[in-house]
């Protein structure tokens, strides 16, 4: 086990290798291996484990009623795997999660865990953070999916990252995360994005975007 690796897992923020090789000692727990392609969970089944990428990345998919893949986000080590539906009434894994490369998970039954949470109250506000996080991730990505245009997914992106002051931003993310975040592929987010900046809204070097209109793009994203 790699506790130095688990170190650095949001669910054990805080706490040191040593310590996380102690708690773990004392919880019930199982290692399992993965290989690349690998169906790891099916939407629809139970989440009756806490499950942490130790190694490795693994990537949510979902298939729309046309037949259509979409990626959701990958997800390399150490993140973890549908926390927040570990809980509560429908606690079934939201999409298929399947391996991007070989690789190892954490697994921890509910109940053990739920042990664990009552006895370390680091590990207790770390996990309600983790779901805290989760959930606004998920309230950000439904916000631009009500955008109709990719114009306006992006508009409404850049100027969320100017706020009322900036006139200038750097994306953190690439085009390539842009594009799973919006749900449309990635070429279209950069053809997108040239367009605006021939019809004047902003210029684009690289990850930098320097806004020229800002009332355009608020206008883009009644669009």
């Not at 570990?86 to 079934?92: A, C, D, V, Y």
């Amino acid at each position: 086990m790699d506790y130095i690796q688990l170190s650095r897992a949001p669910l054990f923020k805080g706490i040191s290798a040593e310590e996380i090789g102690i708690i773990l000692s004392d919880v019930p727990y199982r290692i399992r291996k993965f290989m690349a392609g690998t169906l790891i969970s099916q939407s629809g089944e139970s989440v009756n484990s806490l499950m942490v990428v130790i190694s490795g990345v693994v990537k949510g998919e979902m298939v729309d009623y046309a037949g259509r893949v979409i990626k959701i986000e990958d997800i390399p080590a150490p993140g973890a795997l549908a926390s927040a539906f570990m809980f509560g009434n429908r606690n079934r894994f939201p999409v298929n999660v399947i391996a991007v490369s070989e690789g190892e998970l954490l697994l921890i039954d509910k109940q053990d865990f739920l042990r664990l949470l009552m006895k370390n109250g680091v590990i207790l506000v770390n996990f309600l953070d983790m779901i805290s996080n989760r959930s606004q991730f998920l309230s950000e990505k439904i916000k631009f999916l009500n955008f109709k245009t990719i114009k306006g997914k992006l508009a409404q992106f850049i100027l969320q990252k100017a706020g009322k002051e900036l006139s200038s931003v750097s994306f953190d993310i690439t085009q390539n995360d842009l594009a799973d975040f919006f749900g449309v592929a990635r070429p279209s987010v950069a053809r997108a994005l040239g367009e605006m900046e021939h019809e004047g809204y902003l210029e684009a070097k690289g990850k930098n975007i320097r806004i020229i209109d800002k009332e355009g793009l608020a206008r883009l994203t009644r669009d």
